[in-house]
């Protein structure tokens, strides 16, 4: 054993002394620092948070779609480790490159029970109720564990680049398709509170928000935005029939982006096939046929028609169909009714079908159809087909003369055999400006929803096909009033007590047309649904109903 002396010990505990406080001192500065860089980073994250929630990703609508996601994601790097108290949650951030900016810095978030990595958790000055917080933050502006699949770390790790960015780009979407359709809503609501201060605020802020070629309620937007903007200035009629600046395509043009929305949507064929199987089974022993059409565009309705009578058993009827046109329809085709009719005839002569056509250059939506315009002649069962015209007609609410009913009562006294009616299921026709605003933004928005699906986003003429196809009408709703509003729609069971009212009773439709429109529908996305109601078929887009179909007799 070695004994010290006491000397020895005298001269060496100043020493000891020294150095036990010199370690003391060294542990609690690093200590220290590391409380304070933990504070600093907690305080930054938080500070993200706090500005991303309190902008509420204005910045996002400048430009809509272009440049969202360079706006939402900056270059993927390495991903750094911030701790907090719980060492079984970590936010991680990507570290912009150099050419990155600050604002550049995206948050995202990790859970792993199986994490073999131990934070010293001693060393947090965060609270547990701060975390709390935290995650509360992160999970409303995220949704809970929305990129755990986008992250897979250990010690030192890096991101899924596409995982992020699918990720990042649905919780964008989502709150720009919220703040949107509530700036829209409150922007409508001002106007018809006579707020103009504040309506004039809030479109304002809707020209950063809109775009024709973004999300469908960002596409839709634009075009109610122009309704707003047009009833504001008491210029709903010129706005209409302009399109605010928008060139009137060639003829040529707008009859392919009718033809295209024809084929992409089913709603249209829709309505023809049911209108012409209700046709085909009130005229199955019939001779003569006789077809009034009010509204008979391109004539295409009728092709499927001529084709079924000409494999009737016994031979097909002698057909005469009689053809309403309207001026849309007329610069589509660039002609008058004669190209319609000399189509059809080729059709008809091809398959053996004896044919008939006899036009009428009138307008339905003034009213000037009259009687004798028609050429109906004894020994013919007459049908007459209300497909997607009606609503055109000027009712009581417009005029004293009641154009709307007085058809409906010049039909009856043709005694039809069947009366065909195909209309778009919305009531915009007497609604005042706000629930008639709100009703065009539901019902559209399915309607754009459903393009979406069949008609891709970069579809060179998707545009083109909404603006001079759908936007008029969107327009002419929000904006017009009085007889300049064209576009008045009823619920069914409004056309119900209209048909009533005439003297019609309801024609029920074939088993047949609902087997067929469902074959039809298996074509198309699984979000359409077809409904039978009351002897009337609904098309509708998941939970809205679109289009109704009927017949009378």
Not at 325 to 341: E, F, K, P, T
Not at 346 to 364: C, D, G, H, M
Not at 463 to 482: F, K, M, P, S, W
Request: overall charge neutral.
């Amino acid at each position: 054993m070695c004994l010290v002396s006491d000397s020895f010990i005298s001269l060496l505990a100043p020493w000891l002394c020294f150095t036990w406080y010199f370690i003391r001192f060294t542990n609690f500065k690093v200590f220290h620092l590391r409380r304070v860089s933990n504070l600093a980073t907690d305080q930054k994250v938080l500070q993200i948070i706090t500005r991303c929630e309190s902008h509420k990703w204005q910045e996002m609508y400048k430009h809509p779609r272009q440049e969202i996601e360079a706006y939402s994601l900056p270059p993927v790097g390495k991903l750094r480790y911030v701790p907090v108290n719980n060492s079984r949650k970590r936010y991680c951030m990507l570290e912009p490159s150099s050419s990155s900016s600050p604002d550049s810095t995206v948050l995202v978030s990790n859970n792993n029970n199986n994490s073999t990595h131990e934070e010293d958790t001693s060393a947090s000055c965060v609270t547990d109720d701060f975390n709390d917080k935290i995650k509360e933050l992160e999970t409303a502006m995220m949704g809970p564990d929305s990129l755990d699949s986008a992250l897979y770390y250990n010690d030192s790790f890096v991101s899924t680049p596409c995982q992020v960015t699918n990720s990042w780009r649905s919780t964008l979407e989502a709150v720009s398709r919220r703040d949107l359709r509530a700036d829209l809503v409150s922007c409508a609501k001002a106007m018809s509170e006579n707020d103009l201060m504040m309506a004039n605020s809030m479109m304002e802020k809707l020209r950063l928000m809109v775009s024709v070629s973004g999300e469908p309620i960002q596409r839709l937007g634009a075009y109610l935005l122009e309704g707003l903007v047009a009833q504001l200035a008491s210029s709903g009629s010129s706005i209409y029939k302009s399109l605010n600046r928008c060139p009137e395509p060639a003829s040529n043009e707008l009859l392919s982006y009718m033809h295209i929305l024809y084929e992409v949507c089913p709603y249209f064929k829709f309505g023809y096939m049911s209108a012409n199987g209700a046709i085909a089974e009130a005229m199955k022993n019939e001779n003569r046929v006789h077809i009034i059409d009010f509204q008979i565009g391109q004539g295409s309705q009728w092709v499927t028609l001529i084709q079924a009578f000409a494999e009737r058993p016994g031979g097909p009827p002698w057909i005469r169909i009689t053809g309403i046109d309207d001026m849309a329809s007329a610069y589509a085709r660039g002609g008058g009714l004669s190209i319609v009719g000399n189509r059809l005839a080729r059709l008809a002569k091809k398959f053996n079908v004896p044919f008939e056509f006899n036009s009428v250059s009138v307008s339905v939506s003034v009213a000037e159809v009259k009687h004798n315009n028609l050429g109906v002649r004894t020994g013919e069962a007459l049908a007459v087909n209300f497909a997607f015209v009606l609503h055109h007609m000027p009712d009581e609410s417009v005029s004293t003369e009641n154009h709307r009913d007085r058809l409906l009562r010049m039909v009856k006294g043709l005694s039809p055999k069947v009366v065909t009616l195909v209309e778009q299921e919305s009531n915009t026709n007497t609604a005042a400006f706000f629930p008639r605003f709100m009703e065009t933004m539901d019902y559209y928005d399915a309607m754009f929803e459903s393009i979406d699906v069949t008609l891709p986003r970069n579809h060179k003429q998707r545009i083109n096909v909404e603006q001079h196809c759908l936007a008029r009408d969107v327009v002419n709703i929000i904006a017009c009033e009085g007889a300049d509003r064209v576009e008045r729609h009823e619920l069914l069971g409004k056309w119900r007590s209209r048909f009533g009212m005439a003297g019609f009773t309801s024609y029920p439709l074939s088993p047949l047309v609902n087997s067929t429109i469902k074959r039809l529908l298996s074509n198309y996305s699984d979000k359409y649904r077809l409904e039978e109601r009351d002897g009337a078929l609904y098309l509708g887009w998941m939970k809205r109903d679109l289009v109704a179909s009927c017949a009378w007799k």
